[in-house]
């Protein structure tokens, strides 16, 4: 009677966990879990694929090197973010290149993006984490969990230098992140969701529309990419971030400047790539023929 309440209890514990990262708008995918397990995004010590090439010996979990279901930060765009963020200011963004090509406005580096740069931008080690598995090991500043790394990817738990995977913190030569998309608006605001946000309206006409809807309260864009059912948001699509963090200055079709604020769609890391897919280089769809290229751009 007491193992079968015990299972009980732990059964309707994992089913709350669920229900906590659904809500919080984790896509819903049977095979999440797996896919991560079969990435080299899988750093734990279990059994992982054949291409893992980093692996560390401190725990077997898989989830904990970037979620914890109790005392996650906060201030993170992401569920349950289990490792410290760094300060926006520390980067370097692509628009301090000068470019005359870049229409929207670059915001703060934050959103999911700063989550990424957390493990990406080489600051501190992958098993650097706020709640480290079992119990008395959180730490809301971060704390070191014991053991020890193999691979050749990673030195000390870093991402290796030379890595394409290092972006460290000068961004210029990456694509544009926290940046408005199609370089926002040319007149007016972004049309609240559900409204159409077409290419009409842009700035930059060599963008795709977007789809738009309000889950949860909150507005959400996408491109869709026609993998899947159309007209819903998959995670094939290409994700488009809300940000009613900043406030932007665009110009309009006649060149004058205008403020504007509240929810509108930027391009993050996560707008192209889904840490949880089994894809090259975690690309929300192949991009065979330059298609997640050709998704958004008109070219």
């Known amino acids: 009677m007491k193992m079968n309440l015990v299972k009980d209890v732990m059964a309707r514990v994992a089913g709350t966990v669920a229900v906590v990262l659904l809500g919080a708008g984790v896509f819903a995918s049977p095979d999440v879990s797996a896919g991560i397990a079969n990435t080299k995004h899988n750093l734990g010590s279990s059994t992982g694929p054949a291409e ?24 993170a765009s992401v569920p349950l973010w289990n490792r410290v963020l760094s300060s926006p200011t520390i980067y370097t ?23 990424c740069l957390s493990c990406h931008d080489g600051t501190q ?66 049309p609240a969701a559900p409204a159409a946000y077409s290419s009409t309206a842009f700035r930059d006409g060599d963008f795709k529309d977007t789809k738009s809807a309000v889950l949860n309260g909150q507005s959400v864009w996408w491109v869709d ?8 948001r998959e995670k094939t699509d290409m994700q488009l971030y809300t940000r009613a963090d900043v406030t932007s200055v665009n110009k309009d079709g006649d060149g004058n400047s205008m403020t504007l604020s509240g929810a509108q769609p930027y391009v993050e890391c996560a707008s192209c790539h889904d840490p949880h897919t089994e894809n090259t280089t975690f690309l929300r769809i192949p991009n ?12």
């Open 52 to 75: 893992r090439v980093n692996s560390f010996s401190g725990t077997g979990e898989i989830c904990v090197f970037c979620h914890t279901p109790h005392g996650s930060d906060t201030s």
């Open 93 to 115: 963004t692509y628009n301090s290149l000068g470019t005359s090509s870049l229409d929207g406005s670059t915001a703060p580096v934050g959103s999911v993006s700063l989550a």
């Open 125 to 190: 080690a992958m098993n650097v984490m706020i709640n480290q598995p079992g119990s008395g090991g959180y730490n809301a500043a971060g704390g070191t969990l014991a053991g020890t790394w193999t691979g050749d990817h990673q030195t000390d738990g870093k991402i290796a230098d030379g890595l394409i995977t290092l972006i460290g913190k000068d961004l210029r030569n990456d694509h544009p992140i926290g940046i408005q998309y199609a370089g926002g608006p040319k007149a007016g605001t972004v």
């Open 225 to 232: 990419t026609s993998v899947g059912t159309a007209g819903s």
């Open 288 to 299: 065979t023929g330059s298609a997640v290229c050709l998704a958004c751009h008109t070219k």
